[in-house]
């Protein structure tokens, strides 16, 4: 298996190159793709994609190109532009990094920022930029939010191969639904904690960040990092292991912040409450609240196929000492999350999300 992946590997990286020579002589052209990310006052990490795209404004008005970029296929019209130089600049200072086989950056860099959110500057090597928001949290800072993405604050009906293709390929964005209360949920936690940071992990693929990104400003959603995933091969697996890819990013994101007792938020329909048990036992006091929402019978259907939510297999694990809270949306969990975490009454900074014309970014960081 692992001899058939390298042969994947290669053969992925070989079509990449010849398919990005040829679109390159037909004007397409490199641009960075800059990821929400954080860090502490002395490091961050620098999260962001450069990849070849079609220069729609020569071929399309600009209002006609920015409506098709809200079909969801046209989220994935783009090539990775593997082992290129982009330039950083952080705080007045430039740095050279380098793409990886699949046109991504990730990379830890030294920083002498301040707590709060601040805007780094990523540019490809024709002059192109973009930039790149990062959220430095305080080394003292003890509450924070990891929180799922697909059926948890954006209906997706996972992993159902059809619906997922019409969901994330055809639909227009406008038509995707947020789960009820979910937003206010988060706006209430983080509220109640200002310099907290809240952590969207993902089995998703990075190609779909950016209607992410416009579909939780639209609908109210804290702005935070998404840490998503790739789905091409690697050189030990034909397919990424999407329950793998949110168990690293956990014990990552447990590593780099120390000092932060997480509030787990997922759903029922697929590896969440399995995910979580296993964290909070894996990291003894780190975890204030489990809170899962509960899917109805016709998501249980879509999700994975059965009406009641899959069976957790049996462990030898501790008794849970972490409080489990279920709820059929956001508005349904609050109640009791709020009761464990000794929150009062709902803090005045929060109010009903609605939707928002286009272009408005209310709440988001500069240059998110």
Known sequence: MRHGSVIGVHANDFVTRRIGAVLGRRGWRERPVPFIGYGTPGRVRVLGRLVLRPDDEKLLPAHAAAWLHRRGWRNFLELPAPHRPVRLTVAGRTRTLRTDRRGYVDTMVDSELAPGWHTMHLAAG????????????????????????????????????LLAIWNSFFQLEGNRRAVPGMARLYQRMLAEHPGAPIFYVSTGPWSSIRFLERFMTRHGFPPGALLLTDWGPTRTEWVRSGTDHKRRTMAGLARELPTIRWVLVGDDGQHDPELYEEFAQEHPGRVRAVALRSLSPTEQILAHGTVPPLAEPRRHWRPRRVPSLHGADGDALWPALADVLGLGDEPAAVRRPVARRAGRRRGSPAGS
Do not use: Q
Not at 150 to 161: A, E, G, K, Q
């Open 126 to 161: 024709n002059g192109s930029g973009a930039e790149m928001p990062v959220r430095i949290i305080d080394p003292d800072e003890d509450f924070g939010v990891i929180s799922d993405i697909d059926d948890t604050i954006i209906s997706t009906w996972m992993p159902r191969l």
